[in-house]
């Protein structure tokens, strides 16, 4: 199990997998999105699913959730990590704000405010 890069070298080990917004995800049969509020169980139902390791950890005032690993060691290490969902394996450390190494370039759009 060679990680390598950044995560070898994280202060923070874990971070990125403790504290998700899953947003923008597929839509669901009711009509609605993962980001969309929704009660603690359905939550749960929705991680079960998409065969996800995440669990509702705790909700927004905005009805929507944060997310944790359920399978982090207690170093702070993926205790799946060979076998880690898609959605895992396609993040990148350090090119997103969950990761503790992200520092935005100076090339990205700025992300404007609708007032």
């Known amino acids: 199990m060679n990680r390598g890069g950044l ?3 994280c202060m923070s080990p874990g971070a990125c997998c403790k504290r ?3 947003s923008g995800g597929p839509a669901m049969p009711s009509g609605g999105f993962i980001d969309s509020p ?8 929705v991680a079960m699913q998409f065969g996800l390791p995440f669990r509702p950890s705790s909700q ?6 944060e997310w944790t690993c359920d399978q982090l060691t207690d170093a702070g290490r993926c205790g799946i990590y ?3 969902p898609r ?4 993040f990148k450390p350090g090119a997103d704000p969950l ?3 992200f520092v935005p370039r100076d090339d990205e759009p700025a992300l404007e ?3």
């Open 87 to 90: 959605l895992c394996r396609a």
């Open 60 to 65: 927004r005032i905005d009805g929507t959730w």
């Open 99 to 101: 990761c503790v190494h």
């Open 7 to 9: 995560c070898d070298v």
């Open 20 to 22: 998700l917004n899953l």
């Open 38 to 45: 929704m009660s603690f169980e359905r939550a749960e139902h």
């Open 82 to 84: 060979d076998d880690r």
């Open 113 to 115: 405010t609708a007032i």
